[in-house]
């Protein structure tokens, strides 16, 4: 009797101690804590079951001055171990091992665990309250005294170890309760959302697509078990496999490792990155940082996904409008001319065309600048038309044009080619010009893939043959020669 007294006023003691703190996980703490430093034992923990992994993690622990902490490593424990302490705890019965080296040959598995933690004799009671709390709590090397008597001390404590742990489980549901809830605000601007727990990997789906919904449910039909204690990992590759293109599913995989997203974020509110997807086009996948542990490391994120599909088709538009010229839809000179300095630098061997067209400002002052604008369109489709489609197609300003041509090096094909599209402009009929027929000069120069040179040196090689061709009367062409 006195011994149990005794315990009753170390408990109320720990009580009043452990409620002095704010949050239930430090109210546990400073509870076991508090029986650590009165009852005489290297180290005191509770052990958490999570049985659709058949495992159990060491979550709370005291240990005494001088004894080394194993909570690290006593993370996701195979329950098979210890599976003969489960069978006693459903008898009714504390586990309670005077000397290791009685359980050696019967349980080897476990002795190798106990030994390596240097414990020569423990304790343990079961934590069970209906399908809400299941664990065990422990004492390593107690004072060998009285063990029966400290199984009764320990059914004592867990009775209010399970009250506190209730308290703990409804304040977390609470908060995270009221997270998910400002989440799903947020959530209204992307098309999924998931709150992820970097360090274990579970997660909570605060928003995901209806095709998605309805995929991972058919996966489940065919499969009952296949999401039972599924990280995101798993999760996340069985939806991109589907719904992610090809050819950016192992680029937005690797985004979306937990493992370096961490080290990804650090210093930044955000990192992200774009895929085509299979049902809403562009998307882009967003990590944003939550909350850190108390050790600093990155405990949640936020990972996110948006349409963009909307915006990348407007940014290809104003991409597009810059490159070309606005009036005939031809490459601009910035836009070619980058283009033929690509294909330079890349000793992309070719010939290089100016065309313009013959006594322009006579259609401009005889029809009007409308008349002459429709002529500048008509030159530009024909020379489009009349060229290859990596053929490249450029208005230079005002009535002037260039073209260069890949692969064309032989004079007789670039003869061929300047005579088909002569062909080709004297077949355009436009009724304003009347009898008025559009004509046009033209230089040209080869490029033969070997020297160096730009768009500049090809532009001056090209409009001194221009200079020659503008010598004579209409659809006069000359290719440049230094002889």
Not at 119 to 139: A, D, M, Q, S
Not at 146 to 157: A, R
Not at 228 to 247: N, P, Q
Not at 374 to 387: E, F, H, R, W, Y
């Amino acid at each position: 009797m006195k011994t149990i007294l005794k315990y009753e006023l170390v408990i109320n003691k720990a009580l009043r101690s452990a409620l002095q703190y704010d949050t239930p996980d430090e109210q546990i703490q400073e509870f076991i804590s508090f029986f650590g430093n009165h009852i005489g034992s290297d180290r005191i923990y509770i052990f958490e079951d999570n049985e659709k992994k058949n495992i159990t993690t060491n979550t709370y622990e005291w240990c005494a001055n001088g004894v080394t902490s194993e909570i690290d490593n006593l993370q996701s424990i195979d329950r098979d171990i210890i599976d003969w302490w489960y069978e006693a705890f459903d008898r009714g019965e504390n586990i309670i091992i005077d000397d290791i080296e009685t359980i050696r040959e019967e349980h080897p598995e476990a002795y190798e665990i106990l030994a390596g933690q240097d414990i020569h004799n423990l304790v343990t009671c079961p934590l069970r309250y209906k399908n809400e709390i299941k664990g065990l709590f422990g004492v390593d090397n107690p004072p060998k005294s009285d063990s029966l008597g400290l199984t009764t001390f320990l059914d004592m404590v867990g009775t209010l170890l399970i009250a506190l742990m209730k308290v703990r489980n409804a304040f977390r549901k609470s908060s995270r309760a009221a997270k998910l809830s400002g989440y799903s605000v947020l959530s209204q601007i992307y098309i999924s959302m998931n709150y992820i727990n970097v360090q274990t990997h579970q997660f909570h789906v605060i928003k995901m697509p209806d095709e998605v919904t309805e995929f991972l449910k058919k996966e489940q039909e065919e499969d009952p078990f296949a999401t039972i204690g599924e990280t995101f990992k798993e999760h996340i590759e069985k939806i991109f496999h589907k719904f992610c293109s090809k050819e950016y599913r192992e680029k937005e995989l690797e985004f979306l490792n937990l493992d370096t997203v961490e080290e990804r974020l650090k210093g930044k509110t955000s990192i992200v990155s774009e895929y085509y997807g299979n049902v809403y086009g562009w998307c882009r996948d967003r990590f944003i940082p939550i909350d850190y542990d108390a050790d600093g490391n990155l405990l949640h994120v936020l990972c996110c996904v948006e349409c963009i599909d909307e915006q990348k088709k407007r940014e290809d538009e104003l991409r597009y409008l810059a490159q070309v010229d606005l009036m005939t839809g031809i490459w601009n000179r910035g836009s070619g001319e980058a283009q033929m300095e690509q294909a330079l630098k890349e000793k992309v061997s070719g010939m290089m065309c100016l065309i313009d067209c013959d006594k322009f400002k006579s259609i401009n002052d005889t029809f009007g600048h409308s008349v002459g604008d429709n002529v500048i369109i008509a030159i530009a489709d024909t020379l489009k038309k009349s060229c290859r489609e990596n053929d490249i197609v450029m208005r230079l300003g005002g009535d002037e044009f260039a073209i260069f041509i890949p692969g064309m090096t032989e004079r007789k094909n670039a003869e061929d080619f300047i005579e088909r599209l002569f062909d080709n402009i004297k077949k355009i009929k436009l009724p304003k010009l009347g009898d008025r027929k559009i004509v046009i000069s033209l230089g040209a120069c080869f490029y033969d893939g070997v020297e160096e040179a730009d768009f500049d040196k090809l532009y001056l090689r090209a409009d001194n043959a221009m200079y020659e061709s503008k010598q004579q009367e209409g659809f006069q062409a000359t290719i440049y020669s230094e002889l």
